[in-house]
């Protein structure tokens, strides 16, 4: 029966469609800034969404950028035969001036801007470069000479080969955004490209310029796909619906619910990173589903019942689906509240605000969808749809071939589990910044081209903090730090490495006309240098007071997946160095790597968690631990494939693909839970799980095989994304719905039909009626809840017709209440066979055990007869943990007995002087076990 | 390695030839801009000493670094050429690294001596955005604050005041490449004639440095008067740089080998 708060829905609908009006309003207002004509709401492409920084590593990572500047410029690079040709060299010079005239660029770094000392004659020269001494041919040979064997110079800002100059560009601002909002890196590439031309090619990238690019394609990308995939959507309903209705309101409930989201991000001032981004795509799969349930369920019941009222249908419509739904609803939110044990602070904006989402889905799935149905009253139909007696054909097929084949079924999805589970042991973690575009996009063209020629450009960092003033003056320290600077450039990942060691090898080189390059014995000599060295080029190196250093790396390589072996060796090999130096690794590189390490080894944790918390929902919803169990295996079992297709395809555990894995979760819970309340309900309409399970797929089939059609088409729609972790989310997401709605069609029907769902109280509730103490008079008196602890307590039995129950003269103390069928009650006396009763469903049978007498009578069953037994043992448990419950059961015991008497009694006049006196019970066996007839039979 | 040497001859014209002026004796009110920069032209001492040049420069961090020097300059008697020596005194482990700068109108040579070397090194050229020593100074900064009346486009602003004291306001812009700074806006005592205060604008137009008396430090050494105490602010970067000196000695007759690419390194007294 529907409840007040149904009722209340289905009375107010209008006062429902108020409220959510006012409050998308607010949400609006909140979100749209009419004044200015822009939304209030940013976008953070910033590494920091996904960067996993203690607040301790955040400060050291700021102090570092205070010491030693920004480490990320952007990187032109001018690619000619040869640079250092009169010609080439002047189009470098108008390419620096160029670039460094620009708004936001706080110095430029070139091969013509950044005097460093060559030498000359024997002197040290440091003569500007001017366009006109460009000009001469004989400034080029020694301009050439002096810079190929220079470390600060080639493989920094001239190519090894001398066939490559880049020009590094230094904002002045380190805050991203506000590059971003400048538009900084973009303007940068267009004045680049100006010098572009036969035989000069131009390529920028650096991570100011990725990261604009993937903001301004994230801001496209809201703009176009959102809309494009809520297109897709709405033509699939209307062609599976083919009605507006269908097609408008899970519309609707969807765009209410991500305008409620988008402000909640605008009220909370949380700009949409890299991973919330995917958090929309998430609102439009679970709406669609949620609205697909309830719209189908509506949909059967006005079939089913046509005749009643508009209020009457909802008041139905809300009894059946608002437990299901709402149990989805905070399944969902708490796994995804599980993701929240992640570090990331981008997860835990997604979780949260994803979380928000589904909560307000499952508000308007509740209040809004009903209200909206309400006045959208479906058309009668004379004919049903094209299609739909297939569909209702191929589920009854369907249905039958999980039934017959379940245990096949479950072999296999066994099998498969356990496969998934060991290929998602391959899973390989990786992320690639630069790999989010595509392979043929201008950046990425360009980040290869630099990466080849200028030997890497993904920066990472040594921070040194030596404690003390000077510390980096030791030539003992320094030797160490030129070693490690050797060792590192090593490593096939590295591209080049620059630190003060090759600075004060430098100056030695230079101002102590040394032959080679070595760090100088003399601490007071290094000192000196470092002093009359002092200047921009060299504080990215060293402090002012020489207290702390740097070591920048390029690395060649960007997929986290190469970076992070060559992170764990580095880390071993910074071990070696003596004591006292405090160490750290930063830079972009790093911060993405262990990122994407901690975001994904948490994993494992935020599924286990999820699980843990979708099987206590479960629980809690069926009221069994047990069933709870059995009811998450098929959620675990999608877990499991969707994972296990991960390992399969190659595809990197990174924040993507770790996103769709909660979308997974959510429809998983979504199906199951539909499908168990269905399977539940119908359990116990019936009485039987088999019949129950065919039920509850004819119920669940048609919404989640659309919506599941409805979606992978949706997400399929986001391979057109220009960011590859979009299309990679969506093929994915697609892939994945798909197997779910397999397991959604054959394991989970196969593996509830064999769930032992109808309880013993369901059965005597089915047979008895739903007031079981009304029609046993044994449970005369008790409440519901005492009703049923009692039921649960005893054992239910069925025998077979002629099966004997009880035998006259036998010692036990077992009572009976018969649920179906019927047994007789007689005496044999001599050959005589006297039947004093017959028995049916509702009457108790053996009380006179509890009086620990010998049965006075046999009982044989007549037909099949299901019987609930008590036995002493129960007696016993009964009387210790509920007394009051016993001792209501035992008075009725005693009225039954009462009741026998008095029915003895009119018996012993009935057979005065008719039968032998032997034959009735005499003072020694004052009852017979007999019948107490219930006054009212179900 | 930085260019410094060129830093040299200009560093003494800010903290001389802008600090030391002929007292104006009469009202300054009605100055044209060609007598302003006459009267903060007009004495530059021909020859002198600074026993105590410091420079100390801070960091964003709020570390900073102090640097003291000597510094003698002397014109040479057969030419026009400036000789400038600069003799590092603190700290002890850079005591003795020295620069001999020899400059006339075409040229300019810088003479390094390191005492751990114990070597003369000869540097030529140098760079004008670089910052010197590490210093908010950059010859970009000084050249186009020794420039103020001569090039680009000057125009006199209504006068300001600067803590009290009634000052020129001078702007200087330049619009062609070649300075670094677009526009630098000087305020100068009407009383002394020296730089209070001097604001440098970048090409956007934003103001980048700020380079600021410490009035607190102006003396009047008859006829001259003297600003001790600068400071360059560098507000982009977020560091700073302050000037002092002190233990001046104008005019004062110097060996000619303290200017000698052999004896410049020697200590003098």
């Known amino acids: 029966m529907p409840n007040r708060f149904h009722r209340w829905i289905a009375e107010h609908s209008i006062a429902v469609l108020m409220a959510t009006l006012i409050l998308s309003l607010l949400a609006l207002l909140q979100l749209f800034d009419f004044q200015n004509a822009r939304l209030r709401l940013s976008i953070d492409p910033s590494l920091d969404a996904i960067s996993i920084l203690t607040p301790q590593e955040r400060k050291f990572d700021s102090l570092v950028r205070l010491r030693f500047g920004n480490r990320e410029p952007v990187m032109v690079m001018m690619q000619v035969d040869d640079v250092f040709l009169p010609k080439n060299l002047q189009r470098l010079d108008r390419l620096s001036h160029d670039l460094q005239q620009l708004d936001g660029v706080k110095s430029v770094d070139s091969l013509t801007l950044t005097r460093l000392p060559r030498i000359e004659r024997n002197d040290l020269n440091y003569s500007p470069l001017t366009p006109t001494s460009l000009q001469d041919p004989q400034i080029a040979r020694e301009l050439r000479h002096s810079t190929l064997d220079n470390p600060l110079i080639a493989g920094q800002l001239v190519s090894r080969d001398g066939s490559a100059a880049v020009v590094l560009v230094h904002p002045a601002s380190s805050d991203e955004l506000e590059i971003l909002h400048s538009d900084l890196a973009r303007r940068i590439r267009q004045t680049a490209d100006r010098q572009a031309g036969p035989g000069v090619r131009i390529h920028v990238t650096g991570a100011p310029l990725i990261r604009s690019e993937i903001s301004h394609t994230l801001t496209s990308q809201m703009k176009t796909m959102i809309p494009a995939i809520m297109l897709v959507i709405a033509v699939l309903l209307a062609l599976v619906f083919r009605s507006l209705r269908a097609v408008l309101i899970p519309l609707l409930t969807i765009c209410v619910a991500m305008l409620w989201v988008l402000a909640s991000f605008s009220v909370a001032a949380i700009p949409i990173n890299l991973v919330t981004a995917l958090t929309p795509p998430f609102i439009i799969t679970m709406g669609l589903a949620y609205c697909a349930h309830v719209i189908s369920e509506y949909e059967q019941i006005h079939r089913r019942e046509p005749a009643l009222s508009a209020q009457k249908h909802i008041a139905s419509l809300l009894q059946e689906t608002s437990i299901p739904v709402m149990v989805t609803g905070l399944a969902t939110i708490a796994g995804l509240l599980a993701l929240t044990l992640n570090e990331q602070r981008s997860m835990i904006e997604f979780a949260a605000f994803s979380a928000l989402g589904t909560l307000f889905l499952m508000l308007l799935t509740l209040l809004l969808v009903p209200s909206l149905l309400y006045f959208c009253k479906p058309r009668r139909r004379d004919q049903p749809l094209a299609g739909e007696a297939m569909l209702d054909q191929a589920i009854d097929t369907l249905s039958k071939f999980d039934q017959q084949h379940r245990k096949q079924i479950l072999w296999v999805a066994l099998i498969v589990f356990a496969g998934s589970l060991l290929y998602a042991a391959q899973i390989r973690i990786g992320e690639q910044l630069i790999g989010l575009f595509p392979e043929n996009s201008r950046i990425r063209i360009d980040h290869a081209a630099i990466n080849q020629k200028m030997g890497g450009v993904n920066p990472v960092y040594l921070a040194f903090e030596g404690g003390a003033e000077d510390v980096f003056t030791d030539p003992n320290i320094l030797q160490q730090l030129d070693q490690l600077e050797k060792w590192v450039s090593q490593q096939p990942e590295v591209g080049s490495v620059l630190g003060l060691a090759d600075h004060v090898k430098l100056l030695n080189r230079y101002l102590a006309a040394e032959a080679s390059f070595a760090i100088p014995a003399s601490r007071d000599a290094i000192r000196q240098m470092l002093f009359v060295g002092d200047g921009e080029w060299q504080r990215s190196v060293v402090n002012i007071d020489r207290s702390a250093s740097l070591i920048q790396i390029r690395l060649r390589v960007d997929d986290t997946a190469r970076i992070a072996p060559f992170l764990d060796r580095l880390q071993l090999r910074l071990k070696q160095l003596p004591g006292g130096l405090e160490i750290h690794l930063g830079g972009g590189a790093v911060i993405m790597t262990e990122s994407v390490r901690k975001a994904t080894s948490g994993q494992l944790m935020s599924v286990a968690l999820a699980l843990l918390l979708i099987y206590l929902c479960l629980s809690l919803q069926f009221l069994s631990f047990k069933i709870g169990l059995l009811a998450t295996l098929p959620t675990a079992l999608q877990t499991a494939l969707y994972f296990g297709m991960l390992g399969l395809l190659g595809v990197s555990l990174n924040p993507t693909s770790v996103l769709v894995e909660t979308l997974v979760l959510g429809l998983a819970i979504d199906d199951t839970i539909h499908y168990l309340s269905r399977f539940a309900s119908a359990a116990k309409r019936s009485g039987s799980e088999t019949i129950a399970a065919q039920r509850a797929l004819q119920s669940v089939l048609r919404p989640v095989t659309v919506t599941k059609t409805i979606l992978i088409a949706g997400f399929l729609t986001m391979l057109s994304g220009d960011l590859s972790s979009q299309a990679l989310f969506g093929w994915l997401a697609a892939l994945t719905l798909f197997c779910t709605w397999l397991v959604d069609i054959f394991v989970t029907p196969a593996f509830m039909s064999g769930l032992r769902i109808v309880t013993l109280w369901d059965t005597l509730r089915l047979n008895l009626g739903a007031q079981v103490q009304k029609t046993i008079p044994l449970f005369r008196g008790l409440s519901d809840r005492q009703s049923r602890i009692f039921a649960l307590m005893a054992n239910l039995h069925t025998l077979p017709s002629g099966t004997r129950l009880i035998t006259e003269g036998d010692e036990s103390g077992d009572i009976y209440v018969i649920i179906d069928g019927e047994v007789t009650v007689f005496k044999d006396i001599g050959d005589d066979h006297i039947e004093l009763a017959r028995m049916q469903r509702g009457d108790v049978v053996g009380e006179i055990g509890y009086f620990g007498q010998r049965r006075s009578a046999s009982v044989d069953t007549v037909s099949e007869t299901r019987l609930l037994r008590f036995d002493d043992e129960d007696k016993e448990r009964l009387c210790r943990a509920y007394p009051s419950i016993a001792a209501r059961i035992f008075l009725n015991l005693n009225r039954v007995q009462a009741q026998r008497q008095a029915e003895r009694n009119g018996l012993i006049e009935k057979f005065n002087g008719k039968a032998q006196p032997s034959a009735l019970p005499d003072e020694k066996n004052p009852s017979f076990d007999s019948s107490l007839h219930s006054p009212a039979k179900p | ?269």
């Open chain 2, 1 to 269: 390695m930085k260019p410094y040497y060129r830093l040299l001859p200009t560093l003494f014209s800010l903290g001389l030839f802008f600090n030391a002026g002929i007292a104006l004796a009469d009202s300054n009110a009605d100055k044209s801009i060609q007598e302003i920069a006459q009267c903060m032209r007009v004495n530059v001492f021909e020859r002198g000493a600074v026993r105590d040049f410091q420079i100390k420069s801070t960091d964003k961090e709020g570390k900073s670094k102090t640097i003291q020097f000597k510094a003698f300059w002397k014109p040479s008697k057969t030419s026009d050429v400036i000789r400038i020596t600069l003799q590092v005194q603190e700290p002890k482990a850079l005591r003795g690294t020295s620069y001999l700068v020899v400059k006339n109108l075409d040229s300019e040579k810088l003479y390094l001596y390191l005492p751990a070397l114990r070597k003369v090194r000869t540097l030529q050229g140098g760079e004008d955005s670089q910052k010197l020593w590490g210093s908010d100074f950059s010859i970009a900064d000084i050249k186009q604050l020794q420039g103020l009346m001569i090039e680009g486009v000057v125009k006199r602003l209504p006068d300001e005041t600067i803590e009290g004291r009634p000052a020129y306001l001078i702007e200087t812009s330049h619009s062609g490449t070649g300075h670094f700074y677009r526009k630098v806006r000087s305020y100068i005592d009407q009383q002394s004639c020296l730089l209070l205060k001097s604001e440098l604008f970048t090409a956007d137009d934003t103001l980048s440095k700020v380079l600021k008396a410490d009035i607190s430090t102006l003396l009047e050494i008859d006829p001259w008067w003297l600003i001790q105490g600068y400071r360059m602010s560098d507000l982009r970067a977020g560091t700073r740089t302050d000037l002092w000196l002190s233990d001046i000695f104008i005019n004062e007759r110097l060996p000619e080998s303290l200017f000698t690419p052999e004896g410049f390194y020697i200590e003098q007294e």
